[in-house]
């Protein structure tokens, strides 16, 4: 069994990336908040790069999500269906959904917009209605990445 240490959204999806075996984990970019505050040219043209002319998601990767002990999903903002030419005032916005206690190593995750989609969902690493240290995955059929999350 693989022990995964639990960071923000960005970092464990880049942990897993290599572990997973039965599933995809999408090409994916990530930044602090800090980052984007000194250069956000320099991090948009490294998106440009990296991800060409792809629509994008633009993702919440707060400290305050996703942890071992909570989950937070949803609290903060992310955006679908992004065009290069909005990647500016999106993830402006995704950070302003941090609030006033926003730290600077909060991270945004850029990741490109699936196609073809036939199955999405997310895993648990215990139940998300009782507390108890079992595996549980949701998951939808279908086109539709947005039905469980």
């Given at each position: 069994m693989v022990?995964?240490?639990f960071s923000s959204k960005a970092k464990t999806l880049l942990a897993?990336?290599?572990?997973v075996k039965s599933a995809k984990v999408p090409k994916l970019f990530f930044f602090t908040v800090e980052d984007w505050f000194k250069d956000k040219s320099k991090i948009i043209r490294?998106?440009?790069?990296?991800?060409k002319k792809d629509i994008l998601a633009v993702r919440s990767s707060?400290?305050?999500?996703d942890q071992s002990i909570y989950s937070n999903a949803?609290?903060?903002l992310s955006l679908l269906n992004v065009?290069?030419?909005n990647l500016e005032i999106s993830i402006d916005r995704v950070i302003e959904s941090y609030g006033e206690d926003k730290n600077l190593l909060?991270?945004?995750?850029?990741?490109?917009?699936?196609?073809?989609?036939?199955?999405?969902g997310v895993a648990f690493s215990?139940?998300?209605n009782t507390c108890s240290p079992y595996r549980v995955i949701n998951w939808s059929e279908g086109k539709s990445s947005t039905k469980v999350t």
């Open positions: 022990n995964i240490k897993i990336k290599e572990i490294k998106i440009k790069e990296k991800f707060s400290r305050n999500e949803g609290k903060f065009k290069i030419e909060d991270e945004i995750l850029i990741q490109p917009m699936l196609k073809n989609i036939i199955r999405s215990h139940d998300p």
